[in-house]
């Protein structure tokens, strides 16, 4: 039996049932990290150290009663990627940039320390783009991810290390960080399951900031039952993160036909390729067969959500990355004359061509003179967004539709020409921008067998409920 083939629920349940060690679990993904990741390049740093704590995991299974084996808690033993910008203690966390190629973190992220109060084993650290900013793992300092579906196209970005990892069998599931759609994106790409959560769902706390209004850590997996298990460990309120609330339990326990689902018009027009609507609308055809309520509506500032979003996020990533000055932290450059060259050179240096043309655009967004212009403008025009799903929620429980306009692109082919590279995320900005949670599940396939995303976006605080929809509309497909 290939145990990396299972979910995280059955293989949870094999360990329950001694069927097989947690020594073997681990071993057997380890071993596919060394069969495979020379051609995919989905981790950064791999933790040998992991099989000494599946040791150690086995042991007290070994010794404990049969009915305390049953209460074990639902991540005990669970091989687990993280993203390179979530820190473990102890480990490197570069984020994927030559800016902090030799950071060691001093302490565990919320979500790392909730993870190992579970008793999960974090395999390693994944790749992902330059300070997770870009859409294919393209910027990654250390050399891009491939698809593992089709070595010659992107995995997505930024999570696009964590995606690929657990489409390639080589962790049972993974922790990104979705800013833009960076969770939802490379799910839909390598064709796994991707849940952004409510922003504060889950506390940021050890997560390295990009754009702090809109970050958030989530869960890839290879069913939405393991999604929700992942989310389900490390979501909470949190005593370092002021915006880390309770999850509120908001099931849906309507049967299918009291189900009331959503379709953005402006979700299917110009743009969209021809496969990827005709999967998605056959997702959600066999929802409505199945007695869901399917209605168009309408989000009237969706065509804002992109300019918004690139306004609102370089401004932070300005403010955020402002740091790493080569002084206090990051990248020192080895020659500079004065404390300007200090600091010019170190970011010169350290920053990859996106992060720098991001920190360029914020400068200028937040200078005098352009304030108001342009990111105060763009402030207001995130409410009429937040606004939009509002009003929609009034009327349906879900929200459906592509996560992407396209099946995953060829390596190279939008590394110069940003503008092209931003579109990969037209369809999941927008849910950052309003701090909801959603989800991207496999929607079938393209014709030459790559994989396809149907996005779920629920209202805010909805994230149980969104599993419970996404669970079902699972089971149709």
Not at 42 to 52: G, N, S
Not at 249 to 261: E, P
Not at 275 to 284: M, N, P, S, Y
Request: charged share 20%; hydrophobic share 45%; glycine share 8%.
């Amino acid at each position: 039996m290939d145990i990396t083939a299972l979910t995280l629920s059955a293989a949870a349940q094999g360990i329950r049932e001694r069927a097989f060690s947690i020594s073997d679990l681990v071993g057997a993904y380890l071993d596919a990290i060394a069969e495979k990741d020379g051609a995919i390049h989905a981790y950064l740093d791999v933790f040998e150290d992991a099989r000494e704590a599946a040791l150690e995991a086995d042991k007290k299974i070994a010794v404990a009663h049969p009915l305390d084996i049953e209460t074990l808690p639902p991540l005990f033993g669970m091989p687990i990627a993280v993203k390179d910008n979530i820190l473990v203690e102890g480990k490197q966390a570069t984020a994927g940039s030559k800016i902090l190629e030799h950071y060691t973190a001093s302490y565990d992220a919320t979500a790392i320390r909730k993870l190992k109060e579970q008793g999960a084993i974090v395999l390693g650290k994944t790749n992902m783009d330059d300070s997770a900013m870009g859409s294919s793992t393209e910027y990654s300092a250390f050399g891009p991810t491939k698809n593992p579906h089709d070595l010659t196209r992107v995995p997505g970005g930024s999570s696009g290390g964590s995606a690929a990892a657990v489409a390639a069998g080589m962790a049972i599931a993974s922790l990104g960080s979705d800013t833009g759609g960076s969770i939802r994106q490379p799910a839909a790409f390598c064709g796994v399951v991707g849940m952004k959560p409510t922003y504060g769902a889950i506390s940021r706390h050890g997560l390295i900031a990009m754009a702090s209004s809109m970050d958030v850590i989530g869960p890839l997996a290879k069913t939405i039952t393991d999604a929700e298990m992942l989310f389900s460990a490390i979501a909470g309120p949190d005593a370092f993160d002021a915006t880390a609330s309770p999850v509120k339990h908001s099931m849906f326990d309507k049967d299918m036909k009291r189900l009331r689902i959503g379709i953005p018009k402006e979700y299917f027009g110009a743009g969209l390729d021809a496969e990827v609507e005709k999967a998605v609308r056959g997702t959600i055809q066999k929802a409505e067969k199945a007695g869901a309520q399917v209605e168009e509506i309408t989000l009237p500032h969706a065509h804002l959500a992109l300019p918004a979003y690139y306004i609102i996020v370089p401004s932070e990533v300005s403010a955020n990355l402002a740091r790493l000055d080569g002084q206090r932290y990051g990248h020192h450059a080895a020659y500079a004359d004065t404390l300007y060259d200090v600091y010019a050179r170190s970011r010169d240096e350290g920053f990859g061509i996106e992060v720098k043309r991001r920190i360029m655009l914020g400068a200028y967004a937040l200078s005098a003179g352009y304030y108001d212009a342009y990111y105060l403008k763009a402030q207001k025009v995130r409410r009429l967004i937040a606004d939009d799903f509002i009003k929609v929620f009034e009327r349906v429980d879900i929200i459906a539709g592509p996560t992407t306009p396209a099946p995953a692109f060829p390596l190279g082919s939008r590394s110069n020409s940003p503008l092209e590279m931003y579109l990969a995320d037209i369809y999941t900005v927008a849910v950052n921008l309003a701090g909801l949670p959603a989800l991207s599940m496999p929607a079938g396939t393209s014709a030459t067998g790559l994989p396809i995303g149907l996005q779920l976006i629920a209202p805010r605080h909805a994230d149980k409920k969104l599993f419970d929809i996404a669970k079902r509309i699972e089971s149709l497909v």
